[in-house]
């Protein structure tokens, strides 16, 4: 699920080298936490946080295919 969001991430924003995605799975779930350049935040929240959902609606899905819980933070 790492890469998943990295190549989101990576897609959506002007520095790429500056996206990061740090991994911490618990025993019931996992936390990824994504890291921009702040100039590129905006880009991927987006308006009212829609790409943000939509970001996070594809990782529940990745996860759910693996029965796991997955939660992203933007950072």
Do not use: H, Y
């Amino acid at each position: 699920m790492k890469e998943l969001v990295e190549v989101i991430a990576k897609a959506l924003v002007d520095n790429p080298d500056s996206v990061s995605v740090v991994e911490k799975e618990d025993d019931k779930e996992t936390v990824l936490e994504l890291t921009v350049d702040p100039s590129d935040m905006g880009k991927v929240i987006g308006k009212q946080g829609r790409i943000a959902k939509a970001i996070r609606c594809v990782v529940k899905a990745a996860a759910s295919r693996e029965d796991k819980k997955a939660v992203l933070e933007i950072q």
